[in-house]
């Protein structure tokens, strides 16, 4: 049995394997700004710079893994966006926030949703 930090990563280890193989260079994982800000994903598609929440669920009993993102969790996601992006020795024009959403059973399903 995995612990929840074993099954985050996981998630985001699909979630990585996904993003590769649809174009985009994962550049940083798991990047802290505080305690309640983490983005676990930071990739770049062309000249965008992609910021990716995971959220992962063995299966939709409780909801699915998008409905796991609260308003909170979003405000602190831009928060430490915004802060990534003034620390950033390179300087991006284009960026965005995208959400992954796995379900591992009854089949491994990946849901993106881009520009949240």
Do not use: W
């Not at 979630?15 to 649809?22: G, H, I, M, P």
């Not at 062309?46 to 609260?70: H, Q, S, W, Y």
């Not at 979003?74 to 390179?90: D, R």
């Amino acid at each position: 049995m995995m612990n929840k930090r074993e099954f985050g990563s996981k998630g985001e280890d699909l979630a990585c394997e996904y993003l590769t193989k649809n174009g985009y260079e994962i550049i940083e994982r798991n990047v802290h700004f505080s305690r309640f800000c983490e983005i676990d994903i930071i990739a770049k598609q062309k000249d965008t710079l992609v910021f990716v929440e995971v959220k992962t669920r063995k299966n939709n009993d409780f909801g699915t893994p998008l409905e796991a993102i609260t308003q909170t969790k979003l405000n602190n996601i831009k928060t430490g966006v915004f802060s990534y992006l003034q620390s950033a020795s390179h300087k991006y024009k284009n960026f965005r926030i995208d959400v992954i959403g796995i379900t591992l059973q009854p089949a491994l399903k990946i849901d993106h949703l881009k520009s949240i």
